[in-house]
């Protein structure tokens, strides 16, 4: 089994930087060899993938976090992080660390709240 804490959420102005963090626990085998994403999901809105990291490092991003957000992983301490720069107002959600193993073993964080206002 493996369980998701994100944390590292909080209130930032308009421009500004947060990280967020996911600590897996479960056997390093697991988190080796697992597909690991951040999702977020506003009020009132359906949960987005925001960006992923497959078991291999390839990334992909939501068009509307390129060029700001940056996922990357550590295997050896089974964090998952995503370094959020140049934050807007419409950044603010409830951001989910996600784990997968296909077929179909998924995981999900309890989340963590970001809120971008000035």
């Known amino acids: 089994q493996v369980q998701l804490v994100e944390s590292g959420g909080g209130l930032v102005q308009p421009g500004g930087s947060l990280k967020l963090s996911c600590a897996a626990s479960g056997s390093i085998f697991n988190i080796y060899n697992m597909d690991m994403g951040w999702y977020r999901q506003a009020t009132g809105k359906q949960r987005l993938l925001v960006a992923s990291?497959?078991?291999?490092?390839?990334?992909t991003y939501a068009d509307s976090v390129k060029g700001r957000f940056t996922i990357s992983r550590d295997n050896a301490k089974k964090m998952v992080y995503l370094q959020m720069n140049s934050l807007k107002p419409e950044d603010t959600a409830v951001y989910y660390c996600?784990?997968?193993?296909?077929?179909?073993?998924?995981?999900w964080g309890q989340g963590t709240q970001v809120t971008v206002s000035s």
């Open positions: 990291i497959t078991r291999n490092s390839k990334t």
């Open positions: 996600n784990a997968q193993s296909p077929p179909n073993y998924e995981r």
